[in-house]
């Protein structure tokens, strides 16, 4: 069983830096794949980047290549999103979730956090 916390959401203008990170209780949580994803209003939640348990795999969604960074440090069982160039179109609610193999499909994921909000002024 794996407990997730989002936290480092709020508003920035756009152009600005947000860091998410995600804490999770559980002893396994070393193992673990992570995953953020996302989902603004009146839409359907998106793959941001996923990152394998020891750093070696990470994939990102095309809309935050080369501006998003996904990392972990598993002796403080935190995944952390570094969110750089942020644009309106970035503004949603994320999610941190975690599953025993690398996928980047929300829908095969088992532990969700609650949520964090982004909201990127222009």
């Known amino acids: 069983q794996v407990q997730l916390v989002e936290s480092g959401g709020g508003l920035v203008q756009a152009g600005g830096s947000l860091r998410l990170s995600c804490a999770a209780s559980?002893?396994?949580?070393?193992?673990?794949?992570v995953g953020w994803f996302r989902q603004a209003p009146g839409k359907e939640r998106e793959f941001v980047a996923a990152?394998?348990?020891?750093?070696?795999?990470?994939q990102y969604g095309d809309s935050v290549k080369g501006r998003f960074t996904i990392s972990r440090t598993n002796a403080k069982k935190t995944v952390y999103l570094q969110m750089n160039s942020l644009k309106p179109e970035d503004t949603a609610v994320y999610y941190c979730?975690?599953?025993?193999?690398?996928?980047?499909?929300?829908?095969?994921?088992?532990?969700w956090g609650q949520g964090t909000q982004v909201t990127v002024s222009s």
């Open positions: 979730a975690a599953r025993a193999g690398f996928s980047i499909r929300n829908d095969e994921y088992d532990y």
């Open positions: 559980g002893r396994t949580f070393s193992s673990y794949v």
């Open positions: 990152i394998n348990w020891s750093s070696t795999n990470t």
